[in-house]
């Protein structure tokens, strides 16, 4: 429709949202999406036409990630049936995995570091997965029966627990 409207209106050079709005009579948000999704990347607009994308606020989803290895994942998931809300959450973790990637570049401003802080948590679930992933490792399983009676559950308990672990590894590795 719109190729052949250029060509009968040979002044128009670019397809605006507007321009689509006084051609199909459709508001001007409903145009910005499809717009988008006529402008899509190759790889988006091919699954368009082969039917693997049917829904148009997937396709403007897919047609706005800019990175070619997120899209091809959230690709994937929309093809194999994955709801917008899935997508949405692929693409977000995605995002956090590539700002996790950056934040750690190298600075050698300031002073020296002296001490390394582990950080914090709420979460007692994420200190016993700590404790249990150091654990498994032979060297340290001699240490099983003094975690067995901590009470995960316990954000006191946990936090002690978490504090006796690094003690223990301290310990050997000073060794």
């Not at 689509?20 to 036409?49: C, F, M, W």
């Not at 997508?87 to 973790?93: D, F, G």
């Not at 700002?99 to 300031?110: A, C, E, M, P, V």
């Not at 490792?137 to 627990?161: C, H, P």
Request: hydrophobic share 40%; glycine share 4%; charged share 25%.
């Amino acid at each position: 429709i719109i190729k052949e409207y250029q060509r009968q209106h040979e002044e128009v050079e670019e397809v605006t949202a507007t321009l689509l709005k006084n051609i199909t009579g459709l508001s001007l948000s409903q145009t910005t999406y499809y717009l988008a999704a006529i402008n899509a990347p190759k790889d988006v607009t091919e699954h368009i036409r082969n039917g693997n994308i049917r829904n148009l606020d997937k396709a403007v989803l897919l047609a706005s990630i800019n990175s070619p290895d997120v899209r091809s994942q959230a690709l994937t998931a929309c093809i194999n049936g994955s709801s917008l809300r899935e997508i949405r959450h692929i693409i977000s973790q995605q995002k956090t995995i590539k700002r996790n990637k950056t934040d750690l570049q190298i600075s050698n401003r300031g002073r020296l570091t002296a001490k390394i802080n582990m950080g914090t948590t709420v979460k007692t679930d994420v200190i016993k997965t700590i404790v249990d992933c150091v654990l498994i490792n032979e060297e340290y399983e001699k240490y099983m029966g003094i975690f067995s009676e901590v009470n995960w559950n316990d954000l006191r308990q946990a936090t002690k627990a978490f504090r006796k672990l690094i003690e223990l590894l301290e310990l050997e590795m000073a060794v």
